[in-house]
């Protein structure tokens, strides 16, 4: 199997996350932004050249809290 030159993430659900096990939902985007370092570390090892990060869409602003 090939390794892709390009990845795209979409950051989604972090909050969610937090929610269903009890955490605030900043503790949420914490792991979140944790987990993207990660990614963000381990791709040149992996092969891959270009990362795509979709993090925050401007309809998020009229989200309610």
């Given at each position: 199997?090939?390794?892709p030159?390009h990845v795209a ?8 996350w937090a929610k269903?096990?009890g955490?605030?939902?900043?503790a ?6 944790e987990?993207?370092?990660?990614a963000v570390r ?8 270009f ?6 869409s401007s309809?998020?602003?009229s989200r309610?809290?």
């Open positions: 199997m090939t390794t030159a993430i979409i950051m989604d659900g972090n909050g969610r269903a096990r955490m605030p939902r900043l949420g985007h914490r792991a979140g932004v987990a993207l370092r990660k381990a791709a040149p090892g992996l092969g891959i050249s990362l795509t990060v979709y993090a925050f309809e998020n602003w309610p809290k």
